[in-house]
């Protein structure tokens, strides 16, 4: 019966974020835009579309370290390999963003329209290289983790 309803309830959330996502992707590019005076294009709902996919990201990165932190914190069965798992995931996370944020750049941007200068400061910049960076690193370690489970159960025939 609880797994009906987690199942239930985590795909309505996906549904309601997905419909969501698309109403706001669909709004920023059918709500009009206008040129601004350098003659860039200035859409008028770009705040909404960068807030919510602030929103999003921070939802997950925060969802990601409870749940990986609950579940290390009350696993006390004898799955080592799933209790170092979940560390070593979270740990991957936090390091990333760590590092992404660091390495990003705060150097300003130069030729864009004025409604994104106010995204154009080095504290702005080097959160949105730190997501990207961060993006990147968990895409590569979750393919990574994709071919090494097929290679592996391939070369071991499990």
């Known amino acids: ?3 009906t309803k987690i199942r239930k309830v985590s795909s309505t959330t996906l549904l309601v974020l997905l419909a969501l996502s698309v109403l706001i992707f669909i709004l920023f590019f059918a709500g009009g835009s206008g040129v601004d005076a350098k003659g860039n294009k200035d859409y008028t709902f ?3 579309l960068l807030y919510w996919t602030y929103f999003l990201f921070i939802a997950t990165v925060v969802a990601t370290v409870l749940f990986a932190g ?3 914190a ?3 069965s004898k799955d080592a390999v799933g209790r ?3 560390l070593i995931s979270t740990v991957v996370l936090v390091v990333s963003l760590v ?3 660091f390495i990003g750049s705060g150097e300003a941007i130069k030729g864009l329209n004025e409604a994104s200068q106010a995204y154009n400061t080095a504290g702005w910049l080097k959160v949105t290289d730190m997501w990207l960076y961060s993006t990147y690193v ?3 370690v979750t393919l990574g983790a994709v071919v090494w489970g097929g290679v592996s159960n391939r070369l071991l025939g499990k």
């Open 46 to 48: 770009t705040g909404i």
């Open 1 to 3: 019966m609880a797994v």
């Open 70 to 72: 609950r579940s290390i």
């Open 99 to 101: 590092a992404g944020y």
């Open 84 to 86: 170092k798992s979940n």
């Open 74 to 76: 009350t696993n006390k």
């Open 138 to 140: 968990l895409f590569v």
